[in-house]
Nanobody, 115 residues
């Protein structure tokens, strides 16, 4: 049974930075592409970054140049460095494989950006 636990969220002012972490347990996900997703109130969940098993990264235009995804396979952990945060980045952030698996969703970590 895979468990994904996100951490690192919090309240930050616009223009600030946060680093999110996602620790996986249960089995190694090193062979999987991993993604970060977010869900803002009243909006569907969306992917904000993914990284393949070979380290290729991809971002939507909304976060490109501001967010950086990385992974530490030795720790079975994925990170999301978020810089130049905007109020529209406020959401609950989740990690999952990419594409996502319904049985892998964790509780997420809340990021609130104040303007």
């Amino acid at each position: 049974q895979v468990q994904l636990v996100e951490s690192g969220g919090g309240l930050v002012q616009a223009g600030g930075s946060l680093r999110l972490s996602c620790a996986a347990s249960g089995r190694s996900l090193n062979a999987n592409s991993m993604g970060w997703y977010r869900q803002a109130p009243g909006k569907p969940r969306e992917v904000v970054a993914f990284i393949t098993d070979t380290g290729i990264m991809n971002y939507p235009d909304s976060v490109k140049g501001r967010f950086t995804i990385s992974r530490d396979n030795a720790k079975n952990t994925v990170y999301l460095q978020m810089n130049s945060l905007k109020s529209e980045d406020t959401a609950v952030y989740y990690c999952n494989t990419f594409p996502s698996r319904a049985d892998y969703w964790g509780k997420g970590t809340l990021v609130t950006v104040s303007s």
